[in-house]
């Protein structure tokens, strides 16, 4: 249960219950993890996510984006210091983007270890500091996103991220060793 309490995943589907609301989800999260002073917690989520103004609807009345909005308020209401997000962007508008990047990097900043399992390399190359590449389950590659550049970058440091997921994920290129089994990712 103390693991639990650290630690948050939002996965790239949305999850909710049909017929609590969006202020309902949080208040039932705000109890599963003990969450002391959640009215404030929650409403500044709220707020943050556009949600506000939205707080009586049911999941059904909402956009998929908003949904998704939900679900990682949901995830952070408990202040997680490990946040894992499967493909965090999924559904949001550009506004939305923007903002779910700007409070990834924030929460990053304050000290939360921040784990992103994406397919957009252009998320990962603006906002992730070490890269780790899998390919049919296991490592190609990993380390910080300048380390994994070099080791890829044929005439410039510069190699797009785009580039180096090609260049390691190559058929001629022989996958790593397979991950320990309780550290094993996702294999995408």
């Known amino acids: 249960m103390a693991a639990k ?27 599963l993890y003990h969450v ?3 009215a404030p917690k929650a409403r500044a989520l709220l707020t943050e996510f556009e949600l506000l103004e939205k707080a009586r609807q049911l999941p059904g009345q909402l956009s998929r984006g908003m949904k998704q909005k939900l679900a990682i308020a949901c995830g952070l ?26 409070t990834i990097l924030r929460l990053g900043r304050e000290g939360a270890a921040i784990v992103i399992s994406s397919h957009l390399l252009h ?4 906002i992730c500091s070490h890269l780790l590449i899998l390919k049919q389950g296991r490592m190609v590659i990993h380390g910080t996103l300048a ?42």
């Open 147 to 188: 380390e994994v550049r070099r080791r890829f970058a044929e005439t410039s440091p510069e190699t797009s991220l785009e580039e180096v997921f090609f260049r390691a994920t190559a058929p001629d290129e022989p996958p790593g060793p397979a991950p320990d089994p309780a550290t094993r990712a996702r294999p995408d």
């Open 36 to 38: 002391p002073d959640a």
């Open 123 to 126: 998320l990962v190359e603006e």
């Open 77 to 102: 209401l408990h202040q997680p210091k490990v946040i894992l997000f499967d493909e965090p962007l999924t559904g949001l508008d550009p506004h939305g983007i923007r903002r779910m990047k700007d």
């Open 5 to 31: 309490q650290e630690l948050a995943y939002i996965p790239d589907e949305p999850r909710l219950f049909d017929y609590l609301s969006v202020r309902q989800h949080l208040s039932f999260t705000a109890r």
